[in-house]
């Protein structure tokens, strides 16, 4: 059971958008039991397309393509789905019906125009999935024992066909294994030390487990895969092959990713359930840290807030660092980090503060010190403490190594 | 001249990552004149690996393969690339002593390890492409006119390759011929509708210009790329077309893209050239409007700083917006969300104060409203207003819908 994604538009190959869809596929796939064999991205050109579909029907049984089903020219796939089963587009009744539904609530009552109404073309041997959220639909066609699958490129409006049309039909149509992905979080300690620790474990791993080491600014992800029909199996398996593992890394291990997702995640739920409140501020990290917070749902049950002072007066000013300590320490110091997790505790009544202080480069702030030198601070009502880190000289490298420290420092704050 | 990238990873295929190396090769290649074929990404498999750089052997004349080079067992690219080429891996020790250099200064003084010690077994046709900031050197592999370029996946790592040492060499190996995009940024009107009024423009392009329509929430990208070896011609022509273009989309054209990158940057660079501060005050965007200009530098010159008050009473402690004002209007109305600016422009001492208010869902938050209401408000000297929006119901979709248009009225404010 393969499946291929083909994301179709020149503004990936040109650089010009991250394909971000291929990503949330290969999940949703993964999650039903249907491995991704390849990711292609393709021009908006017709020959390569249909290129393109016909190497991927060798090698998969479910082809999914994304992308090109605009209403302006340079968006082809549908012609070139039409002319890749021989087939002719027909005009849906359901889909136009759809089409005007959604200007007429969202757009305007004026009628709709010949190049909105060019959305309710489809091949005719398609099967339509409709889109709640926009006027190109899903066309789902079936080939023998494989399947085609067309969606829109739009991000929200292909995931919700995934999610409430793809998956639905696919668990219906093919039986599928399990697939098991595990993945443990691990801080402070570097990809090759780590293996080294445990590579007696490695060696003796099953050979259905296949493990993989994920570095990153700050963290190694060590991820755990797995795949069968014998869903108890694998899953007792993998559970004792962690058990195991466990004790061997217990000083760097901070959770696992599929299960809270994220260090963030992890906080959240402990804040959460402790009843503790957190306020966060934040200099070189310019609302990041926060943002890590509030992108999921529920953040209100344990962020009171955040101060972004990004200017040294604004330090001052909204959260009453003093002016003498800055001129003493400089705005990157101890001093000032500490400060400022002091000071937003109170002005946002929370139980933990935490801040941020440094030179994220490539220009240096305001006050003293070398790019890449960063302050954290966490402070409680009864302590505060900072520590100095060298995040190096990439202004994007710095920003994020700091956050990634500062979830770190308050994972242990909150465990 | 074509390239094609391959980007070697389970990661990328089970959607545990996005792959962001892809679209800064092709962004980068494109700068010199080499357009990107595809882009392939394949599962950490021997076959799988030698058989898309076969297939990318045939379409391409530059392939660049990220991804793979670790020191784990899971790392096979630099075997399977020896196999490729019929080549056997030999000791470098440049690569040696460097990786003995990064480890005695940023790690340890410990004498290194057998694992890190193989990072300098390259394979014997490879010319070295050093990496200074990591273990994983690059390698420059030619057959005939052909060039296989292998780099580490760390992203931060790889571009500092691709920047530094690939694109130098390609230069020096390649005549390329010139690609220009111009993309222009435009607010506020549909695709299909841009599309049809542009229309009679669009079909009297000529042929090596190519038009591409980009959609995302709440605004349209207008792209024209073309391509050629005369590069006076190809700059002349693409310029005449959109001084033709402008007219008929003055009351949607914000920018270029190119030219200042985004929304954020047009204004960063009108506040810092009319000497202006600005301060936020967010609420439902959590971090993300601050983020999008702190994650430039320079946002020190005008930026003085942003309160993220989350939880209602922060909005009172922090801010000073009054409780009676809450109590009477709800936490998500133009009354909260006019003084939330006013206020936060106050607290700060800025020029401009511009602040977001509303329910980003699942869950309502605080106090009253649907789901996907939205007030943004702008505060000046002079005068304060604010507007309301629907921004459906998606958690994401509100959050960076919202960060759009607060940046799409900032942008008409400071024009």
């Known amino acids: 059971m ?110 709709i125009s010949d190049l909105n109404r060019k959305q309710a073309l489809v091949p005719s041997k398609a099967k339509i999935l409709m889109n709640d959220f926009g006027t190109a639909p899903g066309m789902w066609i079936e080939k023998e024992k494989k399947t085609f699958i067309s969606l829109p490129g739009v991000p929200f409006e292909m995931k919700s066909l995934i999610e409430n049309k793809v998956l639905p039909e696919l668990i219906k149509k093919y039986k599928r294994p399990f697939i098991l992905h595990r993945t443990l979080l691990t801080y402070g300690l570097g990809e090759s030390a780590l293996a080294e620790r445990i590579e007696e474990w490695e060696d003796a791993l099953p050979d259905y487990i296949k493990l993989a080491y994920l570095p990153s600014l700050g963290r190694v992800r060590i991820r755990l ?15 004792k092959q962690i058990t195991t593992l466990l004790p061997q890394i217990k000083d760097v291990f901070v959770g696992y990713e599929e299960k809270e997702s994220s260090l963030e995640k992890i906080i959240a739920t402990r804040l959460t359930n402790k009843k503790l409140t957190l306020a966060i501020a934040e200099s070189c990290t310019g609302g990041k840290l926060t943002e890590r917070f509030t992108a999921n749902s529920g953040a209100s049950n344990y962020l009171k807030g955040s101060a972004i002072t990004y200017a040294t007066q604004s330090k001052i000013d909204v959260l009453g660092v003093s002016s003498d300590e800055i001129k003493a320490h400089g705005v990157v110091s101890h001093q000032v980090a500490e400060s400022m997790a002091v000071k937003v505790r109170e002005v946002f009544h929370s139980d933990i503060g935490v801040a941020t202080t440094g030179h994220a480069g490539p220009d240096k702030g305001e006050g003293e010190g070398e790019v890449g ?43």
Chains 1, 2 share one sequence.
């Open 225 to 239: 895969s797995a795949k069968g029909f014998d869903e108890e199996l694998i899953r007792n398996e993998v559970e």
């Open 373 to 415: 030198t960063v302050f954290i601070a966490i402070a409680t009502k009864e302590t505060v403490f900072s520590n100095r880190f060298t995040m190096g000289n990439h202004r994007t490298k710095v920003i994020n190594k700091t956050v990634n420290k500062a979830l770190e420092l308050l994972e242990k704050e909150v465990f």
């Open 2 to 111: 393969y499946a291929e994604i083909i994301t179709i538009g020149d503004e990936i190959l040109i650089g010009q958008i991250v394909d971000t869809n291929s990503a949330f596929i290969g999940k949703a796939l993964n999650s039903i039991g249907v491995s991704v064999y390849q990711i292609t991205s393709v021009q908006d050109d017709k020959l390569h397309i249909l290129k393109a579909l016909a190497l991927a029907e060798k090698s998969a049984d479910i082809i999914i393509v994304t992308g090109g089903l605009g209403p302006t020219k340079d968006d082809i796939t549908k012609h070139t789905i039409a002319e890749y089963f021989n087939d002719v587009l027909i005009l849906n009744n359901a889909v136009l019906a759809h089409v005007e539904y959604l200007f007429k609530t969202y757009i305007t009552t004026a009628p």
